[in-house]
């Protein structure tokens, strides 16, 4: 069995001029009702986990209206930090989950194919991430916004979700973060924690995260190509 | 004098698939037409050069009677790399020149407040470049799709053009490029060779390289934003 946590407990300012980003709608759907969606309807995934804010179950009740899932789905509390969400997520699988699919609720644009394939990933070799090759000139600033150093970009990435695990490697990974109370910038990094491979997959589409109103209109672009 | 060159030689066979992508027309006129209006309505440049294919003359003389350009302008032949081509550039500018904003021809989405940051801090220490903060999470790969290495992005920008600078340290920069047979991914690395600082001025919008027709959807919804 395979369980998207789809990790929407936001951050900052529910209420603030923004107002919940993962709310602003693009062709009449919030962003998170979009990246729901996309895993309700793929083959691959036998059911949601949103993980939300303690105050946005109003919210999500009504977007589950809105999109009258085909695929159990439940919801389960952000933590204080990213990871505590995650868990919090992954915790609220089906005793029988196997995989586990972690995506950003902001990231509305993923293709279905690029799902499949870290998912097939996950299943094969433990743990695997949608991720685009870096194609511009990268150079390191002296932190004043002059050039210090020129990066050889050959094998450079750029990840982005879903992040896709074994449930029991996730799990362990995410223990020994709490045994070595690391903080990971993201759920591959705790992997490396335990020398567990992350497989990269090359993401079919742009898949971009909205962090603020004035990401939508290439978002609504991306919606509608 | 501030002169443009922008680098429009082109690569790869002009006749191929996909014919030469800096003449896919966006809005009515080929990408390589909408960065020579941009330069060319900027009031910051005094004239632009054209560093074209020797076999493109007669398509460019009829993209100067599609634009009507206000401002002086030039051709030179490209070579067989892209800093030959930069440098041919650089040699038909006039003979006051002080100041060279060296552009992809295939970019036609920089916007002009960011030309004018550019100017102003070559003006001002030599040499800049246009450049956007990494946002996503870096990875490094071992070559072989699997992660490597977590990389800290805190200090990472992408590099774009315009690459703009005093024409007498670029011209410095690239005699040691040559002196030192270097091979240099762009003309700020040719800085590096000399010590010449270089400022990275970041970007307002996005500002993509055009590298096949796949692309032109998102150019277009940028030029019309």
Known sequence: ????????????????????????KVNNLPIVGHAWKIFDLHPDIDEVVLVIREDASFE?????????????????????ERQDSVRNGI???????EIVAI?????????????SNAISAAKEYGASVSATKIVDTIKLS?????????????HLWSVQTPQVFKITTIL????????????????????????QPVILIESKRPNPKVTTSADLPFIQFLLQG
């Open 1 to 24: 069995m395979t369980t998207a946590v789809i990790v929407a407990a936001g951050s900052g300012s529910r209420m603030g001029e923004e107002g919940n980003k993962l709310f602003l």
């Open 60 to 80: 999500f009740e009504n977007l589950a209206s809105e999109i009258s899932p085909i695929k159990p789905y439940s919801f389960a509390f952000g933590g204080s």
């Open 91 to 97: 915790r609220a699988a089906s005793e029988n989950c």
């Open 103 to 115: 995506h950003d609720g902001a990231r509305p644009c993923v293709d279905p194919e690029t799902v």
């Open 142 to 154: 002296d932190g004043h916004a002059r050039i210090s150093q020129n990066i050889d970009r050959t």
């Open 172 to 195: 362990e990974a995410m223990e020994a973060v709490d045994a070595q109370h690391a903080s990971v910038t993201d759920d591959t990094a705790a992997c490396e924690l335990i020398g």
